[in-house]
């Protein structure tokens, strides 16, 4: 529940599927740069999500059902929801043609790794932002058909 308001509070495009891809067909890079800079601050400083990550985090280990948890919360769930935004996206043509499972995996994969190596690091937030940001860019740069003409040694996914 706290996590549905927050994604209501940061007008992150949620709802049916084929509205939130009308929605991102839309979106410029930098409203995505500034979707995905809230969406990380909240899981790695609000008190209830950072916490309810962390126990995940180690209980994973010793209980099924925290593994569970968190294998569907932090891994399944984002990757599922990712490659089926991209699969939609590539047939729309705001994506170049590719797995959309990989582009799911090359999109979150530094998030999650950003989120634990800053999540003990307060101070360096800004740091973490700025890489964000840049790796948003990036992505898109790589990904989208007009990024893809600007870098030539990309050949194929």
């Not at 927050?6 to 839309?26: D, F, I, Q, W």
């Not at 790589?142 to 050949?155: A, M, N, Q, V």
């Amino acid at each position: 529940k706290r996590y549905e308001e927050a994604v209501l509070k940061m007008h992150v495009p949620h709802g049916e599927m084929n509205s939130v891809v009308e929605t991102y067909m839309h979106v410029k890079e930098e409203t995505l740069v500034t979707i995905a800079k809230n969406m990380f601050l909240f899981i790695l400083q609000d008190d209830f999500a950072s916490k309810f990550r962390k126990m995940l985090t180690t209980e994973q280990f010793r209980s099924t059902q925290a593994g569970d948890v968190f294998q569907n919360f932090f891994i399944e769930a984002p990757l599922g929801f990712q490659n089926t935004l991209f699969g939609s996206m590539i047939k729309q043509g705001a994506f170049i043609e590719c797995d959309p499972y990989i582009m799911a995996l090359h999109f979150y994969s530094p998030i999650f790794f950003l989120l634990n190596k800053y999540d003990h690091k307060p101070g360096k937030i800004e740091e973490a932002l700025d890489i964000l940001e840049k790796h948003v860019k990036q992505f898109s740069a790589i990904y989208s058909p007009l990024g893809r003409k600007s870098l030539p040694i990309i050949r194929d996914c």
